[in-house]
């Protein structure tokens, strides 16, 4: 009989959001840094606003305990 312990199950959850949004960060770094050169702070300030929900995703909790409940929680910031 295998006993899932949900705290370490969420916390390599949480992981897996950590991988998901690296990609998305990477994305937005690139259009920043365009919205720099061009000068566009309205630009800035939205891209700083979406890095900044990413980087929150982690303090999203998870109530569930079984591993289904805990796979069900995906952030729609990372989709």
């Not at 998901?20 to 840094?33: G, N, Q, T, V, Y």
């Amino acid at each position: 009989m295998i006993i899932v312990n949900p705290d370490k199950a969420k916390v390599i959850w949480k992981d897996k959001w950590r991988e998901a949004r690296k990609p998305l960060l990477a994305s937005l770094d690139i259009e920043f840094m365009k919205a720099v050169e061009t000068a566009d702070s309205e630009k800035q300030a939205e891209i700083a606003s979406k890095k900044q929900a990413l980087r929150d995703v982690t303090q999203t909790e998870i109530t569930g305990n079984t591993p289904e409940e805990i796979k069900a929680v995906w952030p729609s910031v990372l989709n």
